[in-house]
């Protein structure tokens, strides 16, 4: 079974702003960015190598991230160069001009917004429920009431039920105990990352597990192209090419492709 790291754990998040900070102040934003892209036809994108679903650097399987990466580009007249950094360098890397944007799930937060710009959303993400094949009784939370749950130590699933007083919370240390404690039986449900939980059925058809895919987590969050700050008439373009081709299904087309669902964008 394939074992997925979550981008919603990001140790370190206050050294990275700090060192993001530092290098920002080092220098400003040089000539436009954009105008660099269409001249060179090449959008350079910081991303993390072996993250799947996300991001890989094998061809073959390229993660839905490097691929929607590549309709951003081509829809600006370039194409994608990766540039690998790990998730911590992610921010610094994109601050010190090693690329261009950020397109490897990065969330939009507050503190984030403090070292660099975002483009508009272009998908969200949450949590999702899982359930073995043959169940087609439980379509929400308000389902899972009585049942037992399982949820990753840590997460911020456990406190969601527990306010939410919906099912029976039965706490794990890692996502793989949970699917193989839901395969067998040992308890009703699951209620995990999307992207990574999905990414496991993906690679494993054997398992007689679902997602009930009518379910809509209150709980989203928004991923954004990171940018710049300074960078205005990238920003322009890329909220343009993110309006394009989340409303005329790319996006989602391409989540779908690795079995990960499309949630609305959070208000």
Not at 37 to 62: E, W
Not at 175 to 200: F, K, M
Request: proline residues 5%; contains cysteine.
């Amino acid at each position: 079974m394939t074992t997925v790291n979550t981008l919603r754990r990001m140790p370190k998040l206050g050294a990275l702003i700090a060192t993001a900070v530092v290098t920002l102040s080092a220098g400003s934003v040089s000539a436009d960015t954009l105008d660099n892209i269409r001249q060179s036809k090449i959008l350079r994108v910081c991303g993390v190598d072996g993250l799947l679903p996300y991001s890989s650097s094998d061809a073959s399987t390229p993660g839905f991230e490097v691929e929607i990466a590549g309709k951003m580009a081509e829809a600006l007249g370039a194409k994608a160069e990766p540039v690998w950094v790990s998730w911590d360098a992610l921010i610094p890397a994109l601050t010190s001009d090693r690329c261009d944007a950020i397109i490897n799930g990065l969330f939009i937060t507050p503190e984030r917004e403090k070292v660099i710009a975002f483009s508009a959303p272009y998908y969200a993400s949450g949590e999702t429920i899982l359930v073995r094949k043959d169940n087609d009784s439980v379509h929400g939370l308000a389902d899972l009431n009585g049942k037992r749950v399982g949820v990753l130590a840590g997460s911020v699933t456990v406190q969601h039920m527990e306010n939410k007083k919906m099912g029976v919370p039965e706490v794990y240390p890692d996502q793989n105990t949970i699917i193989l404690e839901l395969n067998n039986g040992r308890i009703d449900a699951a209620y995990l990352e999307a992207p990574s939980a999905a990414w496991v059925l993906a690679k494993d058809p054997t398992l007689n597990i679902k997602i009930v895919d009518e379910f809509v987590p209150d709980e989203r969050f928004n991923a954004g192209v990171g940018l710049r700050k300074g960078d205005e008439s990238l920003k322009k373009a890329f909220d343009e090419v993110v309006t394009k081709l989340r409303d005329d299904g790319t996006i989602k087309n391409i989540l779908h492709h690795y079995q990960v669902p499309f949630f609305p964008i959070a208000n």
